[in-house]
């Protein structure tokens, strides 16, 4: 008869424990050991799982407690096990949303991103919607690295704020939604201003005119914010001047292939 690892040792684990209690009484003589002292209920109960008994009313609890305490981590790892063992419950919902609450007071943004998205497309009738949205575009807009890197959580994030503003006008995170939408254009402001300065150091001044052109096209209020005005404006200047000089000759290293 063949046994599962996991069965068969829970099922000799007590006969073990049994066979050494009886040695040890054999062994002396019954003398050091009361058999009758031996609670052998005990020995062979089954020891529950450390949450198996933790209702949902009670994970929540702890998910809530721990979320107001800072353990934000704790607190992801309670609605978790409500989300997956209590699904049906009237808890799930809340469980669900906290999570991305969780994960965000963890600083974890991409899976705080993931839950609230979750959350939204779930439950869009759901009256914390413009809550949901709101965090999942500050997600994605804390999740950039640099201004000189990709740009694609800073595009997500605008798209997530702009469907705040237009679905949800009346709501306070709309207000929210555009004062962040105008820090996301900045950060694309500064990041195409980066680009347009490579350009002409380099010596591409078409190229730097065409970034600076698009920038004072599409970022007037934000290049007004960040002061980047005058240093625009120089710039622009001083591409026309090179441009006007017409194509640029290689250099005498260049031409000997250097």
């Known amino acids: 008869m063949a046994f599962t690892s996991g069965r068969s040792t829970a099922f000799f684990r007590p006969l073990a424990l049994l066979l050494l209690v009886l040695t040890l009484a054999s062994l002396s003589g019954c003398a050091g050991v009361n ?6 209920r005990k020995m062979f109960a089954k020891k529950p799982a450390p949450t198996a008994n933790k209702t949902a009313e009670q994970l929540v609890d702890m998910g809530r407690a721990n979320l107001k305490a800072g353990k934000f981590a704790d607190a992801a790892e309670d609605f978790k096990k409500l989300k997956e063992e209590y699904p049906y419950s009237k808890y799930a919902t809340l469980a669900a949303l ?3 609450d969780a994960y965000f007071g963890d600083e974890k943004y991409s899976q705080a991103a993931m839950s609230y998205s979750e959350f939204a497309r779930l439950h869009p009738e759901n009256k914390n919607a413009p809550y949901v949205l709101y965090q999942a575009g500050m997600s994605h807009f804390l999740m950039f690295s640099a201004v000189d890197r990709n ?17 949800y006008p009346d709501s306070e995170y709309a207000t929210k939604a555009k004062k962040q939408l105008l820090e996301c254009k900045k950060r694309l402001a500064s990041h195409l201003l980066g680009v347009a300065t490579q350009y002409y150091i380099s010596g591409d001044y078409l190229a730097a005119k065409s970034r600076l052109d698009t920038m004072k096209h599409t970022y007037p209020r934000e290049i007004a914010d960040l002061g980047y005005g005058h240093r625009v404006n120089q710039m622009l200047a001083q591409c026309d001047k090179e441009i006007a000089k017409g194509p640029r000759k290689p250099s005498i290293w260049r031409r000997m292939g250097f």
């Open 98 to 100: 906290k999570l991305g």
């Open 151 to 167: 740009q694609d959580e800073t595009d997500t994030a605008i798209k997530i704020f702009n469907t705040v503003i237009d679905n």
């Open 35 to 40: 058999l009758e002292n031996i609670n052998f």
